[in-house]
């Protein structure tokens, strides 16, 4: 089990995961074509950020953007190494989907990209009902990225 947070990005153990999120991202991805966020980015009114903790440890980061009162946007999911394939990843995105039908959302969107550096977020996405879809916001549609929603 998993204690889930909201975070106010001021540890040094949930800027760590970020870090590791986006030099992931940027290792993973072609030039141009990441939009994770980074800290500053992080920290607007419209981002919540969570962190899912267990024994201590930080195992996951996790956000949601309000892009309108209905429509909200995952991002900056990332488990820690130590916790990938171990549900860190699927605490997040439970906590954020009940966040976010809490809120009075009707509609989540994530922007992600291609390749083996993607495939567990995308599967996880997947069993949780997000389905393929067209470029949301003001995402630019790649030959890298994908988009994906989930109507709650």
């Known amino acids: 089990m998993y204690e889930i947070r909201e975070d106010d990005l001021s540890g040094a153990d949930t800027r760590g995961l970020l870090a590791l999120h986006l030099a992931g991202m940027h290792a993973s991805s072609p030039p141009g074509t990441v939009f994770a966020l980074d800290l500053s980015g992080l920290q607007r009114p419209q981002i919540t950020v969570w962190t899912a903790w267990r024994q201590g440890r930080i195992a996951c980061?996790?956000?949601?953007?309000?892009?309108?009162?209905?429509?909200?946007?995952?991002?900056?999911?990332?488990?820690?190494?130590?916790?990938?394939?171990?549900?860190?990843g699927a605490?997040?995105?439970?906590?954020?989907?009940?966040?976010?039908?809490?809120?009075g959302m009707m509609r989540l969107s994530l922007e992600t990209g291609r390749g083996p550096a993607f495939e567990a977020a995308v599967k996880l996405y997947a069993r949780r009902g997000f389905l393929p879809g067209d470029a949301f916001a003001d995402y630019p549609q790649t030959a890298f990225n994908q988009f994906f929603h989930v109507e709650l």
């Open 61 to 88: 980061v996790g956000a949601l953007k309000a892009l309108s009162a209905t429509h909200g946007e995952i991002k900056s999911m990332r488990a820690h190494p130590d916790f990938a394939g171990r549900g860190a």
């Open 91 to 103: 605490a997040i995105l439970d906590h954020i989907i009940t966040v976010a039908r809490d809120r």
